[in-house]
């Protein structure tokens, strides 16, 4: 069935530390992964996709890596702020679906100044 | 480009009203996803549109739950009767379609049954 795991729960940082968050899909097809991110009371923001035909993407601070054979994909943060704080979801898309994203259970990060 | 709009932003309502909650998609945008966020279920797709059409619907809750989309720009939820359990922020989002996977969110709307 569609299925995303997201791990850890929670993630305590030091600023300035990295944070790494990881997930996992059940459907091999999926090629599609963005992540979002939710500050409290707000929305959930696209901060990085990746697609299936590359295995790395950057932008700034943040990059995700993507591993089709595994079936999983990663956010790095690197350099963390105390802005940096908020709920990560991952999220993929199915192949047969057009255009439903299953999400991960979000990971809360916390920045400690 | 004003984004996706939703209202009202926050809803209080007693049990067995009936709720509507209301999305403008980003302009040129040809999905719409509506979703329920909870603290105990995260974050739900209750149903999504293309072009209009419902494509799925299997995550409306229950039958108290429907939605439309009468035109490109426009999209409703509706509850009725509501129920304390109904309440939760609901998200709206778009999409450019098959092109493009990019779902942006709209404010949400938080609805709280007494």
Not at chain 1, 16 to 23: F, L, N
Not at chain 1, 102 to 113: E, M, N, R, S, Y
Not at chain 2, 57 to 64: K, N, V
Not at chain 2, 73 to 80: A, E, G, H
């Amino acid at each position: 069935g569609e299925n995303v795991e997201q791990h850890p729960s929670t993630l305590s940082v030091q600023e300035g530390d990295s944070a790494v968050i990881k997930c996992t899909y059940s459907d091999s097809a999926s090629n599609y992964f963005p992540w979002y991110k939710q500050e409290l009371g707000k929305r959930p923001q696209l901060i990085i996709d990746i697609r299936s035909n590359v295995g790395e993407k950057k932008d700034q601070r943040i990059a995700v890596t993507l591993n089709k054979t595994a079936k999983h994909f990663s956010l790095h943060i690197t350099e963390t702020q105390p802005e940096d704080s908020a709920v990560y979801f991952c999220a993929a898309i199915f192949s047969g679906n057009t255009g439903k994203l299953i999400f991960g259970q979000g990971t809360t990060l916390q920045v400690k100044p | 480009d004003a984004g996706v709009i939703q209202s009202p932003r926050h809803e209080v309502t007693e049990m067995g009203q009936e709720v509507t909650l209301r999305c403008k998609p980003i302009s040129g945008h040809n999905s719409l996803f509506w979703y329920r966020q909870t603290m105990m279920r995260g974050l739900e797709l209750l149903i999504y549109f293309n072009n209009n059409v419902p494509i799925d619907d299997s995550g409306m809750p229950e039958d108290r739950f429907s939605a439309k989309m009468p035109n490109a720009s426009f999209s409703t939820l509706k509850i009725q009767p509501s129920e304390p359990r109904d309440s939760a922020v609901y998200f709206c989002a778009s999409s450019p379609g098959l092109a493009s996977n990019e779902q942006y969110f709209g404010p949400g709307t938080r609805l709280t049954v007494t």
